[in-house]
């Protein structure tokens, strides 16, 4: 029976609920590579790691754990003259290095203010799930998806 360790390709149902049990955001599927390549967070690979198909789980996470600690210094106030002309709440915006990706949170006369932190930073979440589907990978395999996530 496959069970999920290192160069596995595991496919779950994952739901997400903030600590009062509200849903955050529900997937149908979603599929990683298990193994330490940090395609998902690192408690909920533990968590996994040498679970079979159809077994189920659940666990809390701490903003560490997840998206991060709201960080202040992400929120910025900027000129509209130095934002696109076409800007709208809800937009995002890159920076020329394409490593920060700021939404727009609000826009008044002449500024607008962005925000480069995950909409789930500082808050602490339940994540339930079931395993769906399991493949163990050849190493070029998994070197084919590794090279895959690159060219995103």
Do not use: R
């Amino acid at each position: 029976m496959d069970i999920i360790k290192k160069n596995t390709l595991v496919s779950l149902s994952l739901k997400t609920e903030d600590e009062a049990g509200n849903l955050l955001e529900e997937n149908e599927e979603i599929m990683y590579l298990h193994g330490g390549y940090g395609q998902i967070f690192t408690k909920v690979e533990e968590t996994l790691d040498g679970k079979k198909l159809g077994d189920s789980f659940h666990l809390s996470l701490t903003p560490e754990e997840a998206f991060g600690i709201y960080d202040e210094s992400l929120v910025v106030k900027e000129p509209l003259s130095a934002l696109p002309e076409d800007i709208e709440l809800g937009m995002e915006c890159e920076t020329e290095n394409k490593e920060t990706v700021w939404v727009v949170e609000h826009i008044e006369d002449d500024y607008a203010i962005l925000n480069a932190n995950h909409e789930l930073a500082g808050i602490p979440i339940q994540i339930s799930g079931e395993v769906l589907e399991l493949e163990q990978l050849s190493s070029e395999g998994v070197q084919e998806i590794l090279n895959m996530e690159h060219n995103h």
